[in-house]
């Protein structure tokens, strides 16, 4: 029966999330509907592409959807940078990408054909493989976190872990890493594979540092927000980086990077906005929206900034020792003593000035009408929790 529900309410999430972003792509016109087509086509193929067995597994966690504001972010990023930098930046471009066709080219012609022809490398080629690269590190994250934690659904469909067992999931998840950084290296731009390799570290870390708090009586507020930076906003923040480095490529390097260091602040901070709702939601529920028991994280080990700030509010919550938790009963109990102290309205209000802090961030520079589209993702990240 669970299993269920949980998928009819994955479904319906799945609604309200591809309503957010169909305002966006209203909004952002032909171009970018355009995009991300392509990028939702190309990230099959790259998936796809592995061979069997785990390419089954590779392109069901693909297929199985969700948001894809990651990917959605550096097609945004990279417009707004790309009419930010100007025409001759963009000349500047094309023309670098000739002369390295030419040169492949050139070197395959001298070794007899051996080596591969050159590639092109426009703008949306680029944009392309960045923008599959991101999702695919993502989803590479999703297959891992369900073998650690156990998982048993994703987006309401089987997790891979659950259906083939915890080598095949870690393989899978290995494989969708490693396709990741193949597809990105064919940009060959050393500054967009460190954007996507700090990120790839950040989660690690990250991870590492959540495995380390499990069942913590007592996690520091400053702790957690870090590890949400190393979780979550890390990607976020190398999407948009991503973005500018592509629509920067042929400008002037130290103005490139300033924007993408720029949109990098902003995308991070909606990102640790997003974590931080994310674990309103485990708290606040409900299962017919979650598609999961409340407290899932909780029983799981994992001290969330509801549970922090509950805990400075009722003494009494300090003597809870979260691996005692017997099920998710005891588990929905604990949520409601949590709501009770008011933690759950405070963690949202921390989000809410996340989100607006980054609003703030995004550069006076960007055109009016690529910086509102940015702020309607921010809004979309608050929207899903109203």
């Known amino acids: 029966m669970m299993s269920t529900v949980s998928s009819n309410t994955a479904q319906a999430q799945a609604a309200e999330d591809e309503e957010a972003v169909a305002e966006i792509m209203r909004r952002g016109g032909a171009v970018l509907r355009e995009r991300m087509v392509r990028t939702e086509e190309h990230l099959e193929r790259v998936a796809a592409e592995a061979g069997a067995p785990l390419a089954m597994h590779a392109t069901a966690t693909v297929l199985a959807g969700g948001k894809r504001l990651r990917p959605l972010l550096v097609v945004l990023a990279a417009t707004a940078a790309g009419e930010t930098c100007g025409a001759d930046a963009q000349r500047s471009f094309l023309a670098t990408a000739e002369y390295e066709r030419s040169q492949v080219t050139s070197a395959s012609d001298r070794s007899g054909g051996k080596l591969a022809s050159g590639e092109p490398t426009s703008f949306d ?191 009494r919550l300090s003597e809870v020792d979260l691996a005692s938790l017997g099920g998710p009963e005891q588990a929905a109990e604990l949520c409601d003593r949590i709501a009770a102290t008011g933690a759950l309205e405070e963690a949202r209000e921390q989000a809410l000035v996340l989100v607006a802090e980054a609003k703030a961030m995004l550069p006076a520079i960007l055109p009016d009408g690529r910086a509102a589209l940015l702020d309607l993702v921010a809004d979309a990240v608050v929207e899903r929790y109203r």
């Open 125 to 315: 080629q680029q944009l392309l493989r960045a923008a599959v690269a991101v999702e695919l590190v993502h989803s590479a994250t999703l297959v891992h976190d369900d073998v650690i934690d156990g998982a048993q659904l994703r987006r309401g469909h089987p997790s891979v872990v659950a259906h083939a067992g915890r080598r095949v999931a870690i393989a899978t998840g290995d494989l969708l890493f490693s396709r990741a950084f193949a597809e990105l290296a064919r940009n060959r731009s050393l500054a967009q594979l460190r954007a996507l390799s700090d990120a790839s570290s950040a989660l690690a870390e990250g991870e590492l540092l959540q495995r380390e708090d499990a069942y913590a009586p007592q996690v520091a507020v400053e702790r957690y927000l870090r590890r949400c930076e190393l979780k979550t906003a890390a990607l976020f923040e190398a999407a948009c980086r991503l973005g500018a480095l592509v629509a920067g490529e042929g400008a002037a390097s130290g103005s490139a990077e300033a924007l993408a260091e720029a949109l990098g602040a902003f995308a991070r901070g909606i990102g640790l906005a997003f974590q931080l709702l994310d674990d309103v939601l485990d708290v606040s529920g409900p299962v017919e929206r979650t598609g999961k028991p409340r407290g899932t994280d909780l029983l799981d080990g994992t001290v969330t900034l509801p549970l922090i700030l509950a805990r400075d509010r009722d003494r």
